[in-house]
Structure formats: C-alpha cells, structure tokens
C-alpha cells in the first residue's frame, strides 16, 4: 500500500492536477509502449502535465509505432513539452501523426523567410482546390510545431520572444506566398493576362513589424499593376480574384483546418473600399482623403508576400506621408480617438482580462512608441523602425526616451507578449484575454514561467499593468522637462526644438511659449519648483487633453506664481492627482474660469471636495450678505466684498459646471441665488438713507424664472412705498436704484440690472410705487406687459410690499380670458422681434436667443399658452419656462412629444449661451461658426474631442424640429407671418 501513495505525491510533485485519473492513465499506456514508463520525469517541464499526458494517450490510440519510435530514439521529452503546452498542436499531430517526425529535427534558429517560402510553394506543388489547401497548411502547421518546440525549449523565452515573432510573420508571408501561387492556377482568367498581372501582398500591423503572435490575423494591403503591356484596369480585376482565391487557400473550409484570417480592412475606406487597387490609386487616397490613424497604420508596412519589386515601391511612396503625417491638423486628436474607439468597444466583462487592448496593455506601449516615432521621426530617420521593440531602441539610442525607461518597458513589452502568445498557443485560438480560472492561470504561469504559481503570475502581471498605465506620461511628457532643464536628468536631453515638435504635436499653439512657462515652473531648488517638476508630466498630458493647452498652462503658472510656496496648494499638487487633474482641464477648457483664478488663486482648493464645487443654499447667501453689511460702516468697503464673494460663487458654480458635476437646471437655479444674494446685500446698503421708505425687487425674465445662464443680464422692476408720501418719495427711489447700480457695478464679472420690462419700456420711470403700478396696470397696460409680467417673482427688499404687487401682477398675467385681437398683438409683435431684433447680419439659424427654434420661440409659445390657460390651470403659473412647458403637455395643452422638442432646444441652446461665456470670457447670443471656437463650446457642452460639427448639427437639428412645433402651435400656420405696423 505505500507505493501508491509514494506514486501520488511523485505525480503531485510532477504537476498533475487529477492525480488518481493520470496514475491510471500512466499505467495502462505503459503497459502498451514501455517507454512511457521513462518519460514520467519530463512532465516536470510541461505546462499542464494532465493535458499532456492526455493528448499522448490519443496519439498512442491514433498510432502507437510512430509514438513507440520517437519515445525510443529519446525526442520523447519534447514531445511532452508541446502537448503540455498546446492542446490544438495535440490535435494536429493526432490529426497528422506522421508530422511527428518534424521533432526530430529541432531548431538551432527559425529558417529564413526564403527558406520558408520555398519548402511551402514546395508542399502545394502543381496542386489546385482542396489538395493544395491540405497540403498548405499541413506543411505549415508542421513548421509552427517545430517553432514553437523551439519556443517552450529555451532556456530564456523573453529573451528569444522577438526571434519567435519574426519566424511566424515571415511564416505567415511564406504561407500567402504559396496561397498566391495556387490562386494563380485556380482563377478563371487566360493564363497570359495572369503572368502579367503583379500582386504585392503589402503586411500591415503586426504581420507588417515582424512580430506576429501564434494566431493573429494577418493584416494586409493589395497593391496591383499590368505588366508587358496589361492595362492596370484589366490588371485590378484580375489581381482582385487572385487576392480572394489566396485568402480562400489559407483560410476557407477544408479537411485540414484554417490557419488565420486574412484582415483587409486597413486598405482606403476600409470595408467599404475596393479590394485591390493600383500604386497610383493608393497614393491618391492617401494624399487627399486619409484620417490620421491610417498614416500610423502605414508605419508598419513592408513587402509580405506577391510581387516584392511592386511592394518596395509601394512602401517608397506612402513613407512621405507617414512622417509627415504627425504636422497635420488634429492628427494626435484623430489617433487618440481612434484608441478610445477600440477601448469602447471591449466588452465590460472584459476590460480587466484585456492583454492588448485594456488599461495598461499592449496597445497602450504600441501607441506612445509609435506617437514618438512620427513626431521625431518627421527630421530623424533614425527612428524610423517597424518593429515596437527595434523602435524603443531607437528612440533610447537617439535621446528620446531615458534609458532606464525604454529597458523597462521593453521588459514589459515582452511579458506582455509572452503570455499572449502562451494563451493563443495552448488551443491555437485567437484570444487576447487572461485566464480567470484557477487552474488555467497555473498552466500559464508554468508555460511562460513567469510565475511558481497562479497567484504569483497574476501579481505579476498586475505589476505591469500598472507601470503601463504611465508609459505616455514618463516616454512622451517627462522628457520635455529635460529641454528646459539646465541639468538634463540622467542622460536624456531633448533639444528645445525636438521638445518643441512634441508639444506642437499634442495641441500646443505656441510650443516654444510653452517650454518657457515649463522652464519658469520647474526652475530652482524650491518646494514648489521640486513638486511642480515632478508633476508638469501627466499635467502637461492632461493639458494636451483639454481644448487649449496654450490658455492653461499659461493660467497655472500664474496661479502657481500667486500662491507661490502656499501648503495647501502644493499638498493638493503633490497628494491629489484627480484634483491636479481637474484643475487643468477647467484651465485649459475656459478663459472665464482661468481669469478669475488669477484674481481668486484660493479657490483652487475646492477641486478637492465635490461638495465645494455644488451651490450654496440662497439662506447661506443671504446670512453672509447681511453678515457683510453689519461687519462694515463704509457702504463702499461693504460693497467691494460683496462683489468679491458674487465673484467666488459665480467662479464656483463655473467650476462645477465644467467638471460635469452641475445640470443646467442647477447651474441657473445655483447663478440666480447668487444675484438675489448679491442685489439684496447691496440693497441693505443702498438704502441706508432712504428713510421709511418702502422698496422691493421684482426679478423679470430669465432671472425671475431662475433661469440665468453666466453672462445673463439680470432683468428687473424696482416698487416703492412711503407712508405719508412728502413728495419725495420717488425721488429716493431713483437714489435708491442709482446707489444700486453703482455699488453692484462690476467690470470683470458685469451685473447688468436691466429695467427694460418697466410699464411704458424705455420710456418709463425705473421705479414706481405700488399705487402708480395698480393704476398703470388696470388702465394702459399693453398685452406684451401682461406677458412680461409671467415671470415676474419677488426677490429682495421689502416682504409685504412685494406680495402685494404680486397680488396686482396675477390680476394682469393670469386674466380669465384674453381676446382674439390680444392674442393677434402678441403674434404680431413676435413677429416684428423676428424681423427687427435680430442683429444685422447674423444668421437665424444659428442666434441662440432670436433665432429659429431657439430661446425666444420656445419661451413666447409657452407664455402665450400661460396667458391663455393659466388662469384655469394653477400649474401654468410659474415662472419657470419648463415647469410651465412641463405643465401645458400634462394639461393636455401640446403634446408632449412637442414639449419634449421644445425643451431641448430651449436646453442645449441655453448651454451653448453658457459654454460660449465660458470659453471666450465673452457674452454673445451666436454660435459660433469658427470651428476652434465651436470645439472649445462643444468640449464644454461634454461632447468628445473633435466634435464641433457634431455640435452644430445637433444645435440645427434640435431647433429645427423645435420651429416646426412653434410655427404649428404658435402661429397656427405652415408660414410665418410678415410683421406689421
């Protein structure tokens, strides 16, 4: 009884998982070929020994002599070591027990491309059809076994991981070599006009850098011509067939399985572009029509297969394009959307599984290598490498990447890429994605040997994800600082005009600028300087994400050179990275935001808390102004810090906003408090010597429906009431509105008290008495008064007088009815604000407030529906524009598919208003139509990079239907009608 328990923990010691199951197993395959019997001590060195021993089984049963003799002659062991490590070789040479023989002959080093192609157009021959495919891919298959017997057997598989990636790119050519030449015999073309077709095979990706995985797909470009006199049309046809029927040999259903797909989707319009086309039709396209992605794609190119002369002409006249391809317009903005576009599109289940495409994965390396390539390899044809690890090289030796780093990162790359290629050729299946099973992870920490065990391999891996995730910001941005630095760190020292070309690449308008704002940054031997050196790396990535890195970058190093060496700004820097991070994307997103920074550096601190960048409750508000005016005898004194603290929440809610925190509803509630808070304080002031008189603010438009958007006038009505009336009371009123106006007068955030809504417009005193009010209002009131009045809601001053004009203001906004002719004056008056408001020259489409489908026609349709119904429908009486639009579809007053097309126009025209105010420190009711301006509006508006056209489209759209449903609503009619009168 003990030898079988000695067997067990021999067999445990050996790797098995199923100790009782390959016990037996042993013992009757022993008993069949002795041999086996000897063979037990070489599945220490297989990566799943129960596999292994499995897949021999199946071979014994599929041909027990050519087993008996390999096992003989001592090529056992490496046998064992395929199995172990490849199920889907296990099938083949079940399959095909004779290519057994092949692990007689192991590599000293892979075969030559040349000698690949060869042996292969040797296999098929003269053969056609299924024959051939067979044959192909039989002879194939049998020199990936021995390299990838090579592969497992060496004694260091990061180190020879290169070499093995080469052998199978130059395998897969000689493969679409031999296919070619068989679908030169199949196709149904005269055999003259085939010889005189010429084909290049032109490898893309990986297939193009030589470093293939086991079962990539082998991405390509056909290039065609006639030659001897063949017309390039006849040429494109008949190459077109070929480039099928050799896809076909390698690839369609035969008795011998397919061996990867062939990837054309890389050619000019990808899927929906032609198949094959002439050197001439490719150069064409890619001087008038390609993206920026593709003249990276190109960076890989080379002769795979077909017609190598064509091939070498064809990667001669795409070059030029490919370097200077980094100058184009937006090119790092078209790459790097293309990047997310292919994150996206990873399923959630696998994002964290991803070797290629995840965080911290292989494209991650790839795309920061082959970014530094073309930007310096624009002037430095030193660094114009194919292969993602000839390149780091290159960019190590020629001083573009630190030393330390690039053989880190080579190192990750190639781990990478190792369990990669181990995971593809356990079952010979495409996959990029880790193991979650236990058992699983251990086969592969046991095959790449990069782990004792699952959870050492995992760590592992892990480990590098991590130092990948910063691969951009330590290859691509710390260097820079280096150009600016009187002691370049280490042995790297970038040029200023090798740093300026990266910072011109990423975005930065003036490079050179830049560098010297780093250089101010970064110099000395201060806190601040030592912090902000360690920093200014992702910061610079980050402000290369934002709209303008120019603006912010410059805004941060005034910020920093007003808070100087202050603690908690440089604790903030050097502890929270989200909010460095935020500060440079609200820097770099708004002009507004980085002016008044400079003049509250302060406020910097509230990136930290998302609760300080939310709005303050208006009893907040109003507690500090009155705070305000009691801590200050001087009315001036008083008023400045009332200015101030407007200012700083306005900064606030503009931070908010930015960040994504805030809805637009909470940003115009949110900028409505704070002028109530800012008017009422200031009030408190202005009428220290008004005496007993009475005196209210009434909120009008916008700002009495809480609807205020940054840079919005403030529109308001100004009632008194003196007991006992001397004859002097309206003239402390207008004192009173004249003291206002002064001390909330603001030249860099401007509050404009607007009385333009006053009875008699324009014409009319600023302020009334109640009793003059009640009197205007129940004799000459016109309809547009009425109308005005909809939104009226009191907001400082005195309680009681305001509740009571508010009782006047509901008898004339909400009658019981409103006649025929009234509702005719309030159309015909939209009308001429249509015609004659609209500023000359601007174009209706595109004015946020005037125009087509915008602001003012969503808020007249809704005020005449008020006017018409509110009386009978208490929730119509509000002076909101969306609550009372909300209130009109529940009434059954419009539909509310139409009410939902109201309110988007009236949503993402108000934003673009808001977002304009925030790019360009500058109130204007236009979209506008300069595309670098537009961008910054739509990046505010949280659209994605390059999106301004996006923007404008939606904008159009949204208005148009909204003027669909007003013009059928308001006016009644298909047609606006002419104004008159």
């Known amino acids: 009884m003990p030898r079988p328990a000695a067997a ?432 699983a992870l251990r086969v592969l920490a046991r095959s790449s040997r990069l782990g004792a065990t699952a959870a050492e391999l995992v760590t592992t891996w892990h480990d590098v994800r991590r130092r990948v995730r910063t691969l951009h910001e330590r290859l691509f941005y710390r260097p820079l600082l280096s150009a600016v630095a009187a002691r370049p760190e280490e042995e790297l020292a970038l040029s200023s005009d090798q740093a300026a070309a990266r910072l011109a690449v990423i975005g930065f308008v003036d490079p050179r600028g830049a560098l010297g704002h780093i250089a101010a940054l970064t110099a000395g031997v201060s806190r601040r300087a030592s912090i902000q050196r360690h920093l200014l790396p992702a910061m610079l990535q980050w402000f290369a994400d934002g709209t303008d890195p120019d603006l912010g970058l410059l805004a941060f190093r005034r910020l920093s050179d007003g808070l100087g060496e202050s603690y908690w700004f440089l604790r903030m820097l050097r502890d929270s990275s989200g909010a460095a991070h935020r500060l440079t994307t609200v820097l770099s997103s708004s002009r507004f935001v980085a002016d008044l920074l400079d003049r509250i550096p302060e406020a910097a601190a509230w990136f930290e808390n998302d609760h300080e960048l939310r709005p303050r409750p208006l009893a907040s508000l109003l507690d500090e102004a009155r705070a305000t005016v009691a801590r200050h005898s001087s009315v001036d004194a008083a008023a400045a810090v009332m200015r101030q603290s407007r200012r700083r929440e306005i900064l606030r809610l503009a931070m908010g906003g930015i960040l994504g925190l805030l809805s637009i509803d909470e940003l115009a509630r949110g900028l409505s408090a704070v002028t109530t808070a800012a008017i009422s304080g200031t009030l408190a002031l202005a009428r220290r010597d008004a005496g007993d008189l009475e005196f209210a603010v009434i909120a009008m438009g916008r700002y009495g429906g809480e609807e205020l958007g940054f840079g919005s006038d403030a529109d308001v009505l100004y009632v008194y009431r003196a007991e006992g009336d001397d004859g002097t009371a309206h003239r402390r009123a207008l004192a009173v509105v004249a003291e206002l106006n002064r001390l909330t007068s603001d030249a860099l955030v401007p509050l404009d008290l607007d009385t333009g809504l006053r009875p008699e417009g324009k014409n009319g005193t600023v302020a009334r008495s109640l009793s003059s009010y009640r009197a205007y209002y129940a004799r000459w009131s016109l309809t547009w008064e009425a109308q005005s009045l909809l939104r009226a809601r ?73 006017l018409q119904h509110a009386h009978d429908t208490p929730g119509l009486r509000t002076p909101s524009t969306l609550e009372a639009l909300a209130a009109a579809a529940e009434a059954g007053l419009l539909s509310s598919d139409d009410a939902q097309k109201l309110r988007d126009a009236w949503t993402i025209a108000s934003r673009a208003r808001s977002a304009v105010v925030l790019w360009t420190s500058r109130t204007s009711d236009v979209l506008p139509t300069d595309r670098r301006l537009l961008e910054g509006v739509a990046r505010l508006m949280e659209y994605p990079p390059g999106s301004a056209t996006r923007l404008e489209e939606d904008y159009l759209a949204a208005t148009r239907r909204s003027r669909a449903v007003f013009e059928r609503g308001f006016y009644g009619l298909d047609e606006t009608p002419e104004p008159t009168g």
């Open 8 to 439: 067990l923990s021999e067999l445990a010691r050996l790797g098995f998982a199923e100790l009782g199951e390959a016990r037996d197993r042993l013992a009757e395959l022993s008993s069949r070929v002795p041999a086996v019997a000897e063979l037990l001590p070489a599945f220490a060195s297989s990566a799943d020994p129960d596999s292994a021993l499995l897949q021999l089984e199946r071979l014994v049963d599929r041909d027990r002599s050519a087993v008996e003799s390999l096992l003989t002659d001592g090529y056992g062991p490496r046998l064992v070591v395929v199995l172990g490590a490849s199920s889907g070789l296990g099938d083949f040479v079940v399959r095909r027990p004779a290519e057994l023989e092949a692990l007689r002959d192991p590599l000293v080093q892979p075969p030559s491309v040349g000698e690949y192609t060869a042996d292969l157009l040797e296999s098929v021959g003269e053969r056609v059809g299924d024959e051939a495919r067979v044959a192909l891919r039989v002879r194939y298959r049998r020199h990936l076994l021995r390299l990838a017997s090579f592969d497992l057997d060496s004694p260091d598989p990061l180190a020879v991981l290169p070499v093995v990636a080469t052998a199978l790119a130059d395998l897969a050519g000689a493969a679409l070599d031999a296919g070619l030449a068989v679908a030169r015999r199949e196709v149904a073309f005269p055999a003259e006009d085939v010889d005189r077709t010429r084909l290049a095979i032109i490898g893309m990706g990986k297939a193009g850098a030589r470093e293939l995985n086991y079962l990539s797909d082998v991405d390509v470009v056909y290039v065609a011509e006639g030659a001897d006199g063949l017309e390039n049309g006849r040429a494109v046809e008949i190459a077109t067939r070929l480039a099928v029927h050799t896809v076909r040999v390698v690839s369609e259903l035969s008795l011998e399985t397919e061996l990867w797909e062939v990837d054309a989707n890389l050619r000019p319009e990808g899927q929906a572009g032609a198949l094959v086309r002439t050197l001439e039709s490719h150069v064409a396209y890619y001087e008038r029509w390609a993206k920026g992605w593709e003249f990276q794609a190109l960076l890989k190119a080379r002769p795979l297969a077909g017609d190598t002369e064509l091939g070498d002409r064809y990667v001669e006249r795409v070059a030029p394009f490919v370097w200077a391809a980094a100058s184009r317009e937006n090119f790092v903005e078209s790459v790097q959307r293309m990047r997310e576009r292919v994150t996206d599109l990873i399923p959630a289940d696998e994002v964290d599984r991803q070797l290629k495409l995840g965080p911290g994965g292989l494209r991650d390396i790839e795309f920061t290598i082959q970014l530094l390539q073309l930007v310096h390899g624009q002037a430095d044809d030193g660094v114009r490498q194919r292969a993602t690890l000839d390149a780091l090289g290159a960019l190590a030796r020629r001083g573009y990447v630190g030393r330390a780093e690039a053989a880190e990162f080579d190192r990750d790359y190639r781990l990478l890429r190792l369990l990669e290629h181990r995971i593809q050729l356990s079952r010979l299946r495409r996959t990029h994605l880790m193991p979650v099973d236990e058992g």
């Open 794 to 866: 009191p907001v400082a001053g005195d309680q009681g007088l305001a509740a009571e004009f508010m009782a006047v203001a509901d008898g004339v906004r909400y009658p019981e009815a409103i006649s025929d002719q009234e509702v005719r004056e309030v159309k015909r008056i939209k009308a001429r604000v249509e015609a004659e408001r609209l500023p000359k020259g601007a174009e209706p489409s595109r004015h946020l407030k005037l125009g087509r489908g915008s602001l003012s026609d969503v808020e007249w349709y809704v005020q005449l529906l008020q």
